[in-house]
């Protein structure tokens, strides 16, 4: 828990609740240990979709396609949706919930490892969703930099792994020390690139909201201009 549980549970207290549809999936999902994205995450992409409209939204790890139909669902602008999961039960789950929801023609589910699939993608797309394996992130950007489009925005779930990332590499378990290593060199990368602005934010497990820029981006806190 990286925010106060106290506060969590009130501010989940507010929230007006998704389609029966997605509570469904989502109850499911939870009875079946199926990570999907915490409620705080999910008001945070309800606002960026509100805010952005993105028409072409692309999403790196469907799981049983749970945020694609919520994005879909809650984005106030005619979408395509393109998920890539290399998981196979789950992939035939995410079909199925897609046909529920009367969405197979505007999303579309591409099969295999995320870093081939991205290097055959030709984009670009206003809105990305990274939510995939947590030590591949780091991996995935240079492709994924390549494929949002001018002033799109890259939304990465799951930065702060419950607080861990705070802690020192030899505090971790062993096991999630590359993990961490590699999620901690993928927040300096999107804090540093040149040509992205970053915040991140302690929500849910934490998510950085990265916007594209043509202009250069210097750190050292002098003036653009």
């Not at 469907?62 to 005619?78: C, D, H, Q, R, W």
């Amino acid at each position: 828990m990286i925010v106060d549980e106290r506060f969590v549970t009130y501010i989940n207290s507010l929230d007006c609740g998704n389609t029966k549809l997605l509570d469904e999936i989502e109850a499911q999902a939870v009875k079946t240990d199926v990570p999907v994205i915490r409620k705080e995450t999910q008001n945070c992409l309800k606002l960026f979709l509100a805010m952005k409209k993105p028409a072409r939204i692309l999403e790196v790890g469907t799981a049983v396609g749970f945020s694609s139909i919520l994005m879909k669902t809650y984005n106030p602008a005619e979408c395509k949706i393109t998920t890539i999961e290399n998981y196979k039960p789950r992939i035939a789950l995410a079909h199925s919930n897609f046909k529920r929801a009367g969405m197979e023609e505007s999303i579309e589910l591409i099969e295999g490892d995320a870093g081939q699939v991205l290097k055959e993608l030709s984009g670009p797309y206003d809105m990305i969703f990274m939510d995939a394996a947590k030590g591949q992130y780091i991996h995935f950007l240079p492709q994924v930099f390549r494929l949002l489009e001018q002033d799109g925005l890259l939304i990465s779930d799951n930065i702060l792994q419950d607080g861990d990332i705070i802690e020192s590499h030899y505090a971790v378990i062993r096991r999630n020390r590359t993990i961490h290593r590699r999620m901690r060199e993928y927040l300096y990368a999107l804090t540093h690139h040149e040509q992205l602005v970053t915040a991140v934010f302690p929500t849910g497990d934490g998510i950085t909201v990265s916007s594209k820029t043509a202009r250069e981006k210097l750190c050292s806190g002098k003036d653009l201009l």
